[in-house]
C-alpha cells in the first residue's frame, strides 16, 4: 500500500466526535485493530487531532506511547502531510532505549514511506544500520531499516555495497522475514 491510500481510514466512526485519545486509547483491555483505526480516523481530522495523537506517541508511558504507535503509522501513510512537522520526533524515537519496540517499529515503517529530510539521513542510517546489526532486533524493525537504508541509498550510492555486504554477512543466521525482504533490496541493488 501505498503512501496517501486511503484504505488506511475506516468508516467505524464519524471523526468529528470528540475524543480524549490518551483515555481513548488505555480505555480497552486489548487494543483491536478497529479500536486502532478509529483512532486512527480521529486524528486524521485535523492537525490538532494528530498532534494529540504524536503527544500520546512521544510521551514517557510505555502502554500509551505503543497504543499510539500503531495509529501513527496508519495516519501517516492516510495523510502523509501530517507527519512532515514530527520527522524529528520520529527520528529521536530510534535511538530511545526505553520504549516499546512497536514505538521503533512504528517509526521506521513511517520513515521508510517518506521523503526524509537531508538533515535526518545520517541520524536515520546510522539507527537503522545498527537496528539490521544487532542480533536481537525485533524482524520488522529489521525490515524496515532495510527498506529505509536502500531508500536513502539513491542519495548516497555508496552505502548500496555497504548494505549488501551487511546482508550477505547476516543472510544464514536471518529469520526467513529477513531473507525475503533482503532478496527484494538485493535484486534491487543489482
Known sequence: MKAGDKSFVSPYIATT???NLREELLKEKIHTKAHAMEITNYA???TQNFKELMDCFLCDDYRTAQRAAWSVSWAAKAKPSLITPWI????AQLSRTDVHDAVIRNSVRVLEDIDIPEEFHADVMNACFAFIEKPSTPIAIKAFSLTTIYNLSGYYPDIKQELKLIIEA???SETPAFK???KKILKAIG
Open 170 to 172: 547476516l543472510w544464514d
Open 88 to 91: 524529528k520526533d520520529l527520528v
Open 44 to 46: 486524521c481530522a485535523s
Open 17 to 19: 466526535q470528540p475524543m
Open 180 to 182: 525475503s525482504r533482503a
